[in-house]
Nanobody, 126 residues
């Protein structure tokens, strides 16, 4: 079971980045995938989630209209397109996966995810 995140880096405020998370092994057909982030001194928080089987998505209020989660099943990769980045978006971003499907209302719960990637750092300069 592996989740490999990439795409982080340094970007100026107002800029864009696209994160990618390649999944393999038992998560080759995951029921649920998500992105979380953790800023220095803060708790990990939900950013966005997707249910591959119906492609339904959920985004945190703080990123709605700016970030978009998507999945490419052929490439076994989930993406997080981040636009209009702000300094408060600076964090380590983690992808997470769950083998089974869950209801949309549970997408934001970190405890439902079984597998986690190593994280990729996003730094937004003001």
């Amino acid at each position: 079971v592996q989740l490999q995140a990439s795409g982080g880096g340094l970007v100026q405020g107002g800029g864009s980045l696209r994160l990618a998370c390649a999944f393999s092994g038992r998560t080759s057909s995951p029921g649920t995938l998500a992105w979380f982030r953790q800023a220095p001194g803060k708790e990990r928080e939900f950013v966005a989630g997707v249910r591959p089987w119906d492609r339904s998505t959920s985004h945190a209020e703080s990123v709605k209209g700016r970030f978009t989660i998507s999945i490419d099943k052929a490439k076994n990769t989930v993406y997080l397109q981040m636009n209009s980045l702000k300094s408060e978006d600076t964090a380590v971003y983690y992808c997470a996966a769950r083998t089974n499907r869950i209801v949309s209302s549970a997408l934001a719960r970190a405890d439902v995810y079984e597998y986690w990637g190593q994280g990729t750092l996003v730094t937004v300069s003001s």
